[in-house]
């Protein structure tokens, strides 16, 4: 029963995920920068995720566990200002739907080698025909949208 919501609740955030580079492009069209819109969009990110910090379960965040993750860990930050900043600029100008198809096929591709060389401590999966058939109909799905 509980699965439902979960389910919904995740529609829901793709559904707001999809907005937030056409939000972010009207601030970069106001201030004239896809930059400081990127810059305020995580600024205000950064300060909702300190409120949630505050009012949640903070977990081990002592220096010695701070400390026991490798250092590349803390540069998967730079992934989302990569896709804030790169969604500000591309967006607008392929159109939301083919933005996001080429996102989710990236997606889709980053966990495909993921799963195949069992990255960051993943079962190792290895690329099957049928794996590759379907990240296939994605690509295919690509070039629908684009030339619809």
Do not use: K
């Amino acid at each position: 029963m509980y699965i439902w919501i979960y389910l919904a609740a995740a529609v829901a955030l793709g559904i707001v995920v999809a907005m937030q580079p056409l939000i972010n492009a009207v601030l970069a069209r106001a201030t004239g920068s896809p930059i400081t819109a990127a810059t305020i969009s995580i600024l205000v990110a950064f300060l909702g995720s300190l409120v949630l910090f505050g009012l949640g379960d903070r977990g081990d965040t002592s220096r010695a566990a701070l400390a026991s993750v490798p250092w590349w860990v803390y540069l998967a930050g730079l992934i989302g200002t990569a896709f804030v900043a790169g969604g500000v600029v591309i967006a607008p100008a392929t159109g939301a739907l083919l933005f996001f198809l080429c996102v989710v096929g990236g997606q889709l591709l980053g966990a495909a080698l993921a799963d195949h060389f069992g990255a960051f401590g993943l079962e190792h999966r290895p690329l099957s025909l049928l794996r590759l058939a379907g990240l296939a109909l994605v690509l295919a799905g690509v070039i629908l949208v684009r030339r619809g």
